[in-house]
């Protein structure tokens, strides 16, 4: 079974937030840190099985564990092996701030981990805590150099470029792939319901990196079928990839092969769309059969692309409501 929409997009990838929480205050982000009626708790284990057990009925092979900050629940390691334990899901990921990753690395290993992707927009400590609110890159830092260590298959880091904070650093962040076998991605500003003046203070388009990218030498490298949105390159002379997310650039929607359920259990089909559906009654029920037959129903209202050119952003206050 193929779980496809009404243009013939096809969605192998499933994007997992199981909490809102986030101990971070990055100014893109969360600025005053969460608010007061954040929602403190996500769905339990056993709804969470019954919801990755549908998507994989329904064909999907690859799950990202997202937040908020995930490392927040104390049962993450579980989430992991529950995901990497159900039969046809080929690829569990996860997306931190690395808080915990020194002390835990080896769990999310052993749990099944396959991919991490490590937030930190920038190389420069003080840049750091500017942005994030804590002084931690060397902690995040010695993070992904366990993770290697552990053995975790693919290492990405995420950096939101910001025209006001880390945009010219640029060079740092391509020296530092020189002798690390990561791929550093550099992600698009996005506007959300509360961050309008900050977005057109500090948006920086995608393109303009990826034609300096062109004109050093970079190669494109051709997407697998349950990966991102990002449109990764490498060059010879770099140990590393670099990756690029540009969600305002041309045609950005018509390659999406991923949704998105929020830690309260609801089915978002785009990042941007109005509101999400609930289908957590059917996961209180821990009935497959009803999952799968409402999150197929759901799909076909899916729309072509997202209203971002037009200042839409939907539901999405702050990214940390579904982990972007």
């Given at each position: 079974?193929?779980?496809?929409?009404?243009?013939?997009?096809?969605?192998?990838?499933?994007?997992?937030?199981?909490?809102?929480?986030?101990?971070?205050?990055?100014?893109?982000?969360?600025p005053e840190g969460n608010a007061c009626d954040t929602p403190t708790s996500g769905m339990s284990l056993k709804e969470i099985n019954t919801l990755v057990r549908a998507f994989a009925r329904m064909g999907t092979t690859k799950i990202r564990v997202t937040g908020g900050e995930p490392a927040l629940r104390r049962d993450l390691t579980d989430i992991i092996q529950i995901c990497k334990n159900t039969v046809g899901i080929e690829t569990v990921a996860l997306t931190t701030n690395a808080f915990r990753l020194n002390k835990?690395?080896?769990?999310?290993?052993?749990?099944?981990?396959?991919?991490?992707?490590?937030?930190?927009?920038?190389?420069?400590?003080?840049?750091?805590?500017?942005?994030?609110?804590?002084?931690?890159?060397?902690?995040?830092?010695?993070?992904?150099?366990?993770?290697?260590?552990?053995?975790?298959?693919?290492?990405?880091?995420?950096?939101?470029?910001?025209?006001?904070?880390?945009?010219?650093?640029?060079?740092?962040?391509?020296?530092?792939?020189?002798?690390?076998?990561?791929?550093?991605?550099?992600?698009?500003?996005?506007?959300?319901?509360?961050?309008?003046?900050?977005?057109?203070?500090?948006?920086?388009?995608?393109?303009?990196?990826?034609?300096?990218?062109?004109?050093?030498?970079?190669?494109?490298?051709?997407?697998?079928?349950?990966?991102?949105?990002?449109?990764?390159?490498?060059?010879?002379?770099?140990?590393?990839?670099?990756?690029?997310?540009?969600?305002?650039?041309?045609?950005?929607?018509?390659?999406?092969?991923?949704?998105?359920?929020?830690?309260?259990?609801?089915?978002?089909?785009?990042?941007?769309?109005?509101?999400?559906?609930?289908?957590?009654?059917?996961?209180?029920?821990?009935?497959?059969?009803?999952?799968?037959?409402?999150?197929?129903?759901?799909?076909?209202?899916?729309?072509?692309?997202?209203?971002?050119?037009?200042?839409?952003?939907?539901?999405?206050?702050?990214?940390?409501?579904?982990?972007?």
């Amino acid at each position: 079974m193929e779980l496809q929409d009404t243009f013939g997009r096809k969605f192998k990838y499933l994007r997992l937030s199981i909490t809102e929480l986030c101990n971070f205050k990055c100014n893109y982000c969360l600025p005053e840190g969460n608010a007061c009626d954040t929602p403190t708790s996500g769905m339990s284990l056993k709804e969470i099985n019954t919801l990755v057990r549908a998507f994989a009925r329904m064909g999907t092979t690859k799950i990202r564990v997202t937040g908020g900050e995930p490392a927040l629940r104390r049962d993450l390691t579980d989430i992991i092996q529950i995901c990497k334990n159900t039969v046809g899901i080929e690829t569990v990921a996860l997306t931190t701030n690395a808080f915990r990753l020194n002390k835990d690395a080896q769990a999310y290993k052993n749990a099944g981990l396959d991919a991490l992707n490590v937030s930190a927009d920038s190389l420069d400590p003080r840049m750091f805590a500017a942005i994030t609110g804590k002084n931690k890159l060397e902690d995040i830092l010695e993070g992904v150099d366990a993770a290697i260590q552990a053995g975790i298959k693919t290492v990405k880091f995420n950096t939101v470029m910001l025209k006001q904070f880390n945009y010219k650093e640029l060079s740092s962040f391509f020296n530092y792939l020189k002798e690390h076998p990561v791929t550093w991605r550099f992600i698009e500003l996005m506007q959300t319901g509360d961050n309008q003046q900050f977005f057109a203070q500090n948006h920086v388009a995608g393109e303009s990196i990826k034609s300096q990218l062109l004109e050093q030498g970079w190669e494109r490298i051709i997407r697998s079928k349950d990966a991102g949105p990002a449109q990764e390159f490498s060059h010879s002379q770099y140990q590393g990839n670099i990756g690029l997310i540009m969600p305002y650039s041309k045609d950005f929607c018509t390659t999406c092969n991923r949704l998105r359920v929020s830690s309260q259990g609801k089915l978002h089909l785009c990042l941007f769309a109005e509101e999400g559906q609930s289908i957590l009654p059917y996961l209180q029920d821990e009935d497959v059969d009803a999952t799968v037959e409402a999150i197929c129903a759901h799909v076909q209202t899916k729309e072509e692309t997202h209203s971002l050119h037009q200042g839409f952003t939907g539901a999405t206050k702050q990214l940390a409501m579904l982990g972007g």
